[in-house]
């Protein structure tokens, strides 16, 4: 499914555009991705469309699902307390990322619920951290957000190729 989620920000992130699900279904059809791939991609970015509408009011997507209550304006103040199933699923480098995010300044309180809603609905568990990262970039580009240069290098680059000052 991921590598499907890649395609689909490579091609139409620049654009900051969202195809139809019919023609985005025909696309990846036609590229060669395996239609149980395509089906769960899908079904993933049907729900972070509802998502971020929910949490944002806003979205480049088309006519979402109304939002689920808890989506809506969660206080910046607030302290997220993560129950057990979502530190089961996430793991300790995904929590500790978001955790380093938010610190940051970079992951508001409403992209984060968007983030842990979305890496819930991912296969795999713990989610691994590179999965985490494309979950990331999804929701930035749901949000109509670029994400700045130096989130973009943490989200994208290869940890092992860095050079350390």
């Not at 978001?98 to 296969?123: H, K, Q």
């Not at 240069?149 to 000052?165: F, G, K, N, Q, Y």
């Amino acid at each position: 499914m991921f590598e499907v989620l890649v395609f689909v920000y490579e091609n139409y992130y620049a654009g900051h555009s969202y195809p139809e699900p019919e023609h985005l279904e025909r696309k990846l059809n036609a590229v060669g991705f395996e239609s149980d791939e395509i089906d769960d991609a899908m079904i993933w970015l049907k729900g972070l469309r509802a998502a971020a509408q929910g949490s944002s009011g806003r979205t480049g997507m088309s006519q979402p699902e109304p939002p689920e209550p808890w989506l809506i304006r969660p206080s910046p103040q607030s302290v997220r307390i993560y129950p057990p199933a979502e530190q089961r699923h996430l793991g300790l480098r995904c929590l500790g990322f978001i955790s380093f995010l938010e610190t940051a300044g970079v992951l508001p309180a409403a992209m984060r619920e968007v983030v842990v809603d979305r890496a819930m609905a991912a296969p795999g568990a713990p989610v691994s951290l590179e999965d985490l990262k494309i979950i990331i970039l999804m929701v930035y580009w749901s949000f109509g957000h670029e994400p700045d240069a130096l989130v973009l290098d943490e989200l994208c680059a290869d940890p092992a190729t860095r050079v350390v000052h």
